[in-house]
């Protein structure tokens, strides 16, 4: 899976859809996440793997891979036999760990505040749809 690189025309310079677009997907605030609480600060892909069992390989590959090409991460491969490859975060990637620790404190404290907010509006979408349906009969 190939992704692209985010450019707007009308906004080259936007930090938004250039920089955190690609930054904040799902799977790379994972990864960058691991990365950061490693013990070693690094990582085997394997590891990221494991950590991750609901990522397909393809997907952990090509997150990877964007992270090494924006510069958050180094990949070092070892000439062993089977090949060894081990992710660590560079020197600009660790400016942000204060800024992760607080978004995941956030995440922690909101998050049962949000899913009771989910549900009443998944409840009310459903309770919508069922008088639609009573009214249409």
């Known amino acids: 899976m190939k992704r692209s690189i985010l450019e ?10 250039n920089v955190l677009a690609r930054l904040c997907d ?4 994972l990864a960058l996440y691991l990365l950061l609480r490693s013990e070693h600060g690094k990582l085997r892909f394997t ?10 390989q393809k997907m952990l590959v090509t997150t990877l891979r964007t992270l090494e ?5 180094e990949r070092r491969l ?6 060894r490859v081990e992710y660590a975060l560079t ?3 660790e400016t942000l760990r204060p800024i ?3 978004l995941l404190s956030w995440a922690m404290e909101n998050m049962d505040a949000i899913m009771e907010s989910r549900q009443k509006a998944f409840a009310a979408k459903d309770s ?9 009969i």
């Open 78 to 83: 070892f000439a062993e036999v089977p090949p």
């Open 26 to 29: 799902k799977w790379t605030l």
């Open 128 to 136: 919508g749809v069922e008088n639609t349906k009573k009214k249409n």
């Open 8 to 17: 707007d025309a009308t906004f080259p310079a936007c930090p938004v859809r």
């Open 91 to 93: 020197a600009q990637t």
């Open 47 to 56: 590891e990221l793997k494991q950590a991750m069992p609901d990522i397909s």
């Open 100 to 102: 992760l620790d607080e």
């Open 69 to 73: 090409e924006d510069g958050y991460v």
